[in-house]
């Protein structure tokens, strides 16, 4: 298998992806994420994994259907688009080994990577993003994208991280959800679940969270004036 070309454009801000493909290489893309391609990229649109799996993947916040695009006849380049401001990440997937992902997340992959739904009930609520993560495995390239810019964080043994910021982690790391204090200091302070993490691993935080920017805009909204 041969590794992606690409190159990531617009960081932090308006993450912008380009992709070099070699003459038969494909490359799986979220749906409608596309910015601008090569004619000689041919596009097939699926429910990788099969219809229950694209329905979990639903469950998740991601599209039922991908589209993997192929060069045929030569190399071509394809850019792309995520939907949400803010930064992109690559991730090499090691066989044997996963990264879990906020809903929502993924932006795209080589094919040999599979991306599935875990459900995780309460112990896995985060914060504005439900209760399903993207748990991501197989050989290939990842990239993944989060709403503000994303700082990774090498962790050696416990780490705190409100869940409202968490964009990404590997599998090495175990992780429990709690609250912050008490319940008294959680409403006052304004903090609710936190997610601790233990052991050895990389954690992707991003630096924004969508909520509380809309709080943040609500007093700016335009108004009906009923004079």
């Known amino acids: 298998m041969t590794d992606l070309q690409f190159e990531i454009l617009g960081k932090p801000d308006y993450g912008f992806l380009k992709l070099r493909l070699a003459a038969g290489q494909s490359l799986c893309v979220e749906a409608s994420a596309m910015a601008a391609m090569d004619t000689n990229l041919v596009m097939k649109t699926r429910m990788k994994g099969g219809l229950m799996a694209s329905l979990k993947?639903?469950?998740?916040?991601?599209?039922?259907?991908?589209?993997?695009?192929?060069?045929?006849?030569?190399?071509?380049?394809?850019?792309?688009?995520p939907g949400a401001i803010g930064d992109l990440a690559h991730y090499r997937i090691q066989p044997g080994k996963s990264i879990y992902l906020q809903s929502g997340a993924y932006v795209a992959s080589s094919p040999e990577v599979k991306v599935d739904t875990k459900w995780d009930g309460f112990r896995g609520f985060f914060s504005?993003?439900?209760?399903?993560?993207?748990?991501?495995?197989?050989?290939?390239?990842?990239?993944?994208?989060?709403?503000?810019?994303?700082?990774?964080?090498?962790?050696?043994?416990?780490?705190?991280?409100?869940?409202?910021?968490?964009?990404?982690?590997?599998?090495?790391?175990?992780?429990?959800?709690?609250?912050?204090?008490?319940?008294?200091?959680s409403l006052l302070g304004g903090e609710g679940l936190v997610c601790r993490f233990s052991g050895q691993g990389k954690i992707w935080l991003q630096t924004r969270q969508i909520y509380p920017f809309l709080r943040w805009l609500w007093p700016f909204r335009p108004q009906k004036n009923n004079d």
């Open 57 to 81: 993947r639903g469950l998740a916040g991601e599209s039922l259907f991908m589209n993997e695009f192929t060069a045929e006849g030569g190399p071509g380049e394809i850019c792309i688009a």
């Open 128 to 185: 504005g993003t439900g209760l399903f993560l993207l748990k991501v495995e197989g050989n290939g390239d990842l990239f993944f994208n989060a709403y503000g810019g994303l700082v990774e964080i090498p962790v050696q043994g416990n780490y705190v991280i409100d869940t409202g910021y968490i964009a990404a982690f590997e599998d090495s790391l175990n992780y429990e959800v709690t609250l912050l204090g008490g319940l008294k200091t």
